[in-house]
């Protein structure tokens, strides 16, 4: 079973390969998002994101890799924990200031498999845009 951090990396990994090779950046962005979802003291260091980060990756690489694997992360996280990792997808596809038809069907997965209501991912979408407009030079 995966811990609560290694099945949302593996969430927020999903989704920055969906448009291509991860970079450093990117890979930068995934552990500082992670970061934020900690529970507790749970917080375990550049080792265990280290650790979380090659089992996502290894999860993603095997065959049927974002179907397996996400079967692994919706046991590992209760409702609240799906919707927050939904969440922190939906903020790193923001962050990345362009967004690919490859990136939006990957967050239309993530929220099929965690059964999030309509309502519930329009109002986390439109939360990560509102969150993130000004940060992105976008004002409406």
Same mark, same amino acid.
Request: with cysteine; aromatic share 2%; net charge negative.
């Given at each position: 079973?995966?811990?609560?951090?290694?099945?949302?990396?593996?969430?927020?990994?999903?989704?920055?390969?969906a448009d291509?090779?991860?970079?450093?950046?990117?890979?930068? @962005?995934? =552990?500082?998002?992670?970061?934020?979802?900690?529970?507790g003291?749970?917080?375990?260091?550049?080792?265990?994101?280290? =650790?979380?980060?090659?089992?996502?990756?290894?999860?993603?690489g095997?065959?049927d890799?974002?179907?397996?694997g996400?079967?692994?992360?919706?046991?590992? @996280? +209760?409702?609240?924990?799906c919707?927050?990792?939904?969440? @922190?997808?939906? +903020?790193?596809v923001?962050?990345?200031?362009?967004i690919?038809?490859e990136?939006?069907?990957?967050?239309?997965?993530?929220?099929?498999n965690?059964? @999030?209501?309509?309502?519930?991912?329009?109002?986390?979408d439109?939360?990560?845009?509102?969150r993130? =407009?000004?940060?992105?030079?976008?004002? +409406?």
């Amino acid at each position: 079973m995966l811990s609560a951090n290694t099945a949302v990396m593996f969430c927020l990994l999903a989704v920055a390969q969906a448009d291509g090779p991860v970079g450093a950046r990117e890979l930068d @962005l995934i =552990a500082r998002l992670v970061e934020t979802c900690r529970n507790g003291g749970e917080a375990h260091g550049k080792t265990g994101d280290a =650790a979380s980060l090659a089992l996502a990756r290894e999860l993603l690489g095997a065959e049927d890799g974002l179907e397996s694997g996400l079967v692994l992360v919706c046991a590992a @996280l +209760d409702t609240a924990r799906c919707a927050q990792a939904y969440a @922190l997808a939906a +903020d790193f596809v923001m962050l990345n200031a362009r967004i690919t038809p490859e990136e939006m069907r990957l967050l239309d997965i993530l929220a099929e498999n965690f059964r @999030l209501d309509p309502l519930t991912r329009a109002a986390i979408d439109t939360a990560a845009q509102i969150r993130l =407009a000004p940060e992105l030079g976008q004002n +409406d």
